[in-house]
């Protein structure tokens, strides 16, 4: 069983920043290829940003120029930065692998507003 858990979610002003962090255990050895996922109230879950063979980095069109996606396989986590922060971005904030492999995690708040 693999364990995604999400963090570094929060309440920020348009044009703000932030980092969130996306931690795998459990049965996982690499995590080479992982994904950002995002969850608007009323709204589907929605790709944001992938990374696969851990460089090769894909983003949603909304985000692109804005958000960077990154991992680290010594510490099994998948990072994303987010740059220029709309509130058009607040959602709810999930990872996991592209083809949904694992189960989700918690997810982590993102509220961009004034």
């Known amino acids: 069983q693999v364990h995604l858990v999400e963090s570094g979610g929060g309440l920020v002003q348009p044009g703000g920043s932030l980092r969130l962090s996306c931690a795998a255990s459990?049965?996982?050895?690499?995590?080479?290829?992982m994904g950002w996922f995002r969850q608007a109230p009323g709204k589907q879950r929605e790709w944001v940003a992938s990374i696969v063979s851990g460089a090769v980095a894909n983003y949603a069109d909304s985000v692109k120029g804005r958000f960077t996606i990154s991992l680290d396989n010594a510490r099994k986590t998948l990072y994303l930065q987010m740059n220029g922060l709309k509130p058009e971005d607040t959602a709810v904030y999930y990872c996991?692998?592209?083809?949904?492999?694992?189960?989700w995690g918690p997810g982590t708040q993102v509220t961009v507003s004034l």
């Open positions: 459990g049965n996982i050895v690499r995590i080479n290829n």
């Open positions: 996991n692998s592209p083809g949904l492999h694992y189960p």
